[in-house]
């Protein structure tokens, strides 16, 4: 059964700091995403990885996929508090089946 | 275009009592799927479609009921409403056959009492 690891749970940044979040899964697959969700909103697409060894890049946020370590990270840049938010991964299987982490409450303090 | 709509925002029901979410898409998406999610989780998958017609249970499946008469439609049924069925249901749907990135309703907070 496909598992969604995501760490830390909870981080708390200074503005101007960077940091990853690390996003573990149990099975083969090629298909990872992140969203973000604001407070009380619902969920917006920040990247799709769709190949071992992608990378994708929006603003400060940069993330990437291994497949062979079944691994994605998201790599924060510079933190600014905009980027305050819940930050989930999820992983999609062969069967259209998907999975989601539990997602990262990242708090950027100034 | 208004991408994914979810009705209603809010409801209460009482145990035993049943309902259906309605959520609906125009951006012609093939792939449409039901989430739940609770403090402290990820979202959890329900059931999906890939298609009118074609319906499969995701990791949450009991207790629901889903059907894909139209591409835009896929409505999520609760037969018979538990307290354990509290959450708030977010519907989405995608482009490819669930290889592309989703797009989100603004969710359904449903309590049972």
């Known amino acids: 059964e496909l598992k969604v690891e995501q760490n830390p749970l909870f981080l708390s940044m200074q503005e101007g700091k960077n940091y990853t979040i690390y996003c573990n899964y149990s099975t083969t697959s090629d298909r990872l995403y992140w969203y973000r969700q604001d407070p009380g909103k619902s969920l917006e697409s920040l990247f799709v990885l769709l190949s071992n060894g992608a990378v994708k890049q929006e603003g400060r946020l940069m993330a990437s996929l291994d497949t062979k370590a079944r691994l994605s990270t998201l790599h924060i840049t510079a933190a600014v508090h905009d980027l305050s938010a819940t930050y989930f991964c999820a992983v999609e299987n062969n069967n259209n089946d998907m999975r989601f982490g539990a997602g990262t409450r990242l708090t950027v303090k100034p | 275009n208004a991408g994914v709509t979810q009705t209603p925002k809010f409801q209460v029901l009482k145990t035993g009592q049943s309902m259906t979410l309605q959520c609906a898409q125009d951006?012609?998406?093939?792939?449409m799927s039901w989430y739940r999610q609770d403090p402290g989780m990820g979202l959890r998958l329900i059931h999906y479609?890939?298609?009118?017609?074609?319906?499969d249970q995701g990791e949450v499946p009991n207790g629901y009921n889903v059907s894909r008469s139209t591409t835009e439609d896929f409505p999520l049924r609760l037969l018979s409403a538990a307290p354990s069925q509290t959450s708030v249901y977010f519907c989405?749907?995608?482009?490819?056959?669930?290889?592309?990135?989703?797009?989100f309703g603004p969710g359904t907070r449903l309590t049972v009492t």
């Open positions: 951006m012609n998406h093939e792939y």
């Open positions: 989405a749907s995608g482009a490819g056959g669930g290889a592309y990135e989703q797009y």
């Open positions: 479609s890939v298609g009118a017609g074609i319906t």
